[in-house]
């Protein structure tokens, strides 16, 4: 099925389009911050993910992938740092939302520990696999900005939730459905043993990614509110 990934691209970001234009949310109003977010921190993941293809540290099944590709990358993948974070940030817009009337610090500060915690857990078990070591320093980056941030007031609410239909696709990615996985990964580069078929450092590769976007987003979103108020 050459066009497996590229559903799930679709599949993915369906819901928050149609769902954009609720009057409450109203995330339409946000496009274009969030996909400017979503550029400037996947540049630096698109980058670690060509080094990574083309050393083999892991790859794409060309079974199920269309064959349009940049670089080493196909075109999926490069959709994928725009549709995942899209997704995401419309599950962090609905939480500020929906949920504005919730103790946010307390979830984010339970969030940000289990997070520290569990970076420090894939250190510990190896940290010599390139993945674990790369996603791990990432994810203490991103941690730390995002505790001396304090305009994200659900982020820990949001990736939680962010999680369910991100380890959703990756485990569809992973081959929890398929014969053979869609991506694949060097052993040799991660620590021993998985999620079902999701690699253990998948988590933090998710909180880096979507945090990292949330945070840009927020940034981006501040200077606009001061522009209008000067």
């Known amino acids: 099925m050459n066009w497996l990934y590229l559903i799930l691209d679709i599949v993915a970001i369906s819901g928050p389009v149609a769902l954009s234009f609720d009057r409450r949310v109203h995330y339409v109003s946000s496009w274009k911050k969030v996909l400017l977010a979503s550029l400037i921190v996947g540049i630096p993941f698109l980058i670690h993910d060509e080094i990574f293809t083309s050393n083999s540290f892991w790859g794409f099944n060309e ?5 349009f590709k940049i670089g080493s ?12 974070p899209f997704s995401c940030v419309f599950i962090y817009a609905c939480c500020n939302y929906y949920f504005r009337k919730w103790n ?9 520990a289990l997070v520290l915690g569990y970076i420090v857990f894939l250190l510990v078990t190896d ?3 390139w993945y674990t070591l790369t996603i791990s320093i990432a994810g203490l980056g991103v941690l730390v900005l995002w505790i001396m941030n304090k305009r994200v007031k659900h982020g820990g609410l949001a990736f939680i939730l ?6 959703g696709m990756n485990g569809v990615l992973t081959g929890i459905i398929t014969s053979e996985p869609v991506v694949w990964y060097s052993d040799a580069e991660k620590i021993p043993g998985r999620i079902t078929t999701i ?9 880096t990614l979507i945090m990292g976007v ?5 940034y981006l979103r501040k200077n606009e509110e001061d522009r209008i108020t000067i």
Do not use: K, M
């Not at 079974?63 to 064959?67: Q, V």
């Not at 962010?162 to 380890?167: D, E, G, I, V, W």
């Not at 690699?199 to 909180?207: K, N, R």
């Not at 949330?214 to 927020?218: A, D, G, K, N």
């Open 63 to 67: 079974i199920y992938i269309s064959g």
């Open 73 to 84: 990358l196909p075109i999926e993948e490069i959709l994928f740092f725009f549709v995942v």
């Open 104 to 112: 946010a610090e307390s979830i984010n500060r339970i969030t940000q």
């Open 127 to 129: 940290w010599q696999g």
């Open 162 to 167: 962010s999680l369910l239909p991100f380890f």
């Open 199 to 207: 690699p253990f450092e998948d988590v933090i590769y998710a909180f």
């Open 214 to 218: 949330i945070l840009v987003f927020e």
